[in-house]
């Protein structure tokens, strides 16, 4: 190589290492603001960042579809959309209107473990954010009308996640492992289960679920912490709850190896899943180890002439993603149909063609994890981008709330804290987590084919 071009390429890397580390320096600045717990047993973080005039308001709520009750599934997603839609003080389409002319936008989310609220407004109008999330939060009504309206648009989305294979493929790879425990249940609700939710089941779900202790404020931007804590006290400190609602622990995936099919629908090529038990958030190191390993295993299947993707197109996707109990690690493949041949060109590896073919491939690929470590160079590589990808995510002030509060919703580690964790992390580590995760005595493969069905 060009030793002015190795001189070119070492200074950008360098450039790149520098800005990833200044970022993640800045996720640390809430180490002077740590945690604050109300008198109400409501949490609140604070980050100043005072770079523009904004700041973020993002209420985490621990009410997500592993807290939904008999008879509630589908509340938390139903929650999600409705909470706007009026209260004691409001009637519908108020807070929406006020943040608006404030000059921010009222956005939400749901997951297994939480439900979230946010908008990013003027710093100056910090109040009135509080204000109207305060509003909806401790108010909301759910007008029949609202919750009809509501219901059509949550059936929509649902119709429109069920229309990717990989996204069924991940939720019935959840259902197996967990059977009938909490984490069996999508985030989003099963349509039957929203086509007939009464408006009385989502107010027993609001009225357990949304009280002071299951909930953590964070908020990041140009505020003064101080005046900023005030002015939450002002909106939150009287808001109590008559009892301790505190979550109950969510069980462990069956410790079994289970199989299951499931039939393509026309036109659809066919897809197998990989699941393998993985650390809760809580248990922050090996989280991190899992997340390396999700992103090695990213890389093996990717990118490179010997990987999954060269073998056959074959799109492979790998998820980790830290939940409050004990989460998958999930493989999902899907088989695109055989190599496009190039003249004059000899493949390197065999063309997968069948979906056995395709499991005994990633089988062995992740099997190697634990018979022979990464290279450090491999695990150097994928700490590096899981790095940058942190520093990504926390480059807006939403993205910082985002993280923060999810962390503090589900017990792992936040920005500031993941980082250094994952610098730890050595081939060793890479080689007993798989040895310890990743074994056939506790795994569960669902596959979706056009000859199958469950």
């Given at each position: 190589m060009n030793l002015s071009l190795q001189r070119i390429i070492k200074s950008v890397s360098g450039l790149?290492?520098?800005s990833v580390v200044a970022l993640l320096a800045a996720a640390n600045a809430h180490a002077d603001n740590p945690a604050e717990t109300l008198r109400n047993g409501m949490r609140l973080i604070i980050n100043e960042r005072h770079r523009f005039p904004m700041v973020t308001i993002d209420l985490w709520v621990r009410a997500?579809?592993?807290?939904?009750?008999?008879?509630?599934?589908g509340c938390a997603h139903f929650l999600e959309h409705t909470l706007f839609k009026g209260t004691t003080l409001h009637g519908p389409g108020y807070s929406d209107f006020t943040i608006e002319s404030a000059g921010g936008s009222l956005d939400a989310e749901t997951g297994a473990d939480f439900?979230?609220?946010?908008?990013?407004?003027?710093?100056?109008?910090?109040?009135?954010?509080?204000?109207?999330?305060?509003?909806?939060?401790?108010?909301?009504?759910?007008?029949?009308?609202?919750?009809?309206?509501?219901?059509?648009?949550i059936l929509d989305e649902l119709a429109r996640h069920d229309e990717r294979p990989a996204a069924r493929i991940q939720d019935r790879l959840y259902n197996l492992a967990f059977g009938n425990q909490p984490y069996a249940k999508s985030p989003g609700g099963e349509p039957t289960a929203i086509k007939f939710r009464a408006r009385d089941s989502l107010v027993a779900f609001y009225s357990r679920n949304y009280v002071p202790q299951r909930c953590a404020l964070i908020l990041a931007g140009d505020v003064d912490s101080a005046a900023a804590t005030r002015a939450v006290d002002r909106?939150?400190?009287?808001?109590?709850?008559?009892?301790?609602?505190?979550?109950?622990?969510?069980?462990?995936?069956?410790?079994?190896?289970?199989?299951?099919?499931?039939s393509a629908r026309r036109g659809e090529r066919p897809v197998i899943g990989i699941a393998?038990?993985?650390?809760?958030?809580?248990?922050?190191?090996?989280?991190?180890?899992?997340?390396v390993v999700a992103e090695i295993l990213s890389s093996q299947f990717g990118r490179g002439t010997t990987s999954i993707a060269a073998w056959s197109g074959t799109a492979v996707t790998v998820n980790y993603a830290a939940r409050h109990g004990t989460s998958l690690l999930s493989v999902i493949a899907t088989l695109q149909g055989p190599p496009i041949s190039r003249p004059f060109e000899q493949s390197l590896s065999p063309a997968i063609s069948d979906i056995p073919m395709l499991e005994a491939a990633l089988r062995k690929a992740i099997d190697s994890l634990a018979t022979q470590p990464p290279s450090a160079s491999t695990v150097s590589a994928a700490v590096r981008t899981?790095?940058?990808?942190?520093?990504?995510?926390?480059?807006?002030?939403?993205?910082?709330?985002?993280?923060?509060?999810?962390?503090?919703?589900?017990?792992?580690?936040?920005?500031?804290?993941?980082?250094?964790?994952?610098?730890?992390?050595?081939?060793?580590?890479?080689q007993n987590f798989a040895m310890r995760w990743l074994t056939g005595k506790q795994s569960y493969t669902v596959i979706l084919d056009a000859e199958q069905a469950e």
């Open positions: 790149i290492a520098t997500g579809s592993a807290d939904e009750g008999p008879g509630q599934d439900a979230h609220y946010y908008t990013e407004i003027p710093s100056d109008k910090l109040n009135t954010g509080l204000k109207e999330i305060s509003d909806i939060i401790r108010h909301a009504v759910f007008p029949d009308t609202e919750v009809e309206r509501e219901r059509a648009v909106y939150f400190g009287d808001w109590t709850s008559p009892e301790d609602q505190t979550p109950q622990p969510i069980p462990a995936p069956a410790q079994t190896v289970s199989r299951a099919r499931m393998y038990a993985a650390p809760s958030a809580v248990s922050r190191s090996d989280s991190a180890v899992a997340e899981l790095q940058g990808q942190i520093a990504y995510d926390i480059e807006t002030n939403t993205g910082l709330a985002r993280e923060m509060g999810l962390a503090a919703t589900i017990g792992g580690s936040d920005p500031a804290e993941l980082s250094p964790l994952l610098s730890q992390i050595k081939p060793e580590h890479v």
